[in-house]
């Protein structure tokens, strides 16, 4: 969520089942940590519908 906030995104904020975090219109709901790991490939789905590319993922 760390590097959410850093790229300019608001939140967490809860939110039914999901945390979320919130750029202007832009809405992303955040998997419940608490059950181990987040897989790659849900990672990368989320970072895609936030607009947001590896690079800067990594480099946030």
């Known amino acids: 969520m760390q590097k959410f906030q850093r790229l300019g995104f608001d939140g967490p904020f809860s939110g039914g089942r999901h945390l979320f975090m919130v750029k202007g219109e832009l809405k992303v709901h955040i998997p ?25 993922w990594e480099e946030a």
């Open 32 to 56: 419940n940590p608490h059950r181990g790991d987040i897989s790659r490939h849900l990672v990368s789905e989320i970072l895609k519908q936030a607009g947001i590319s590896i690079n800067e």
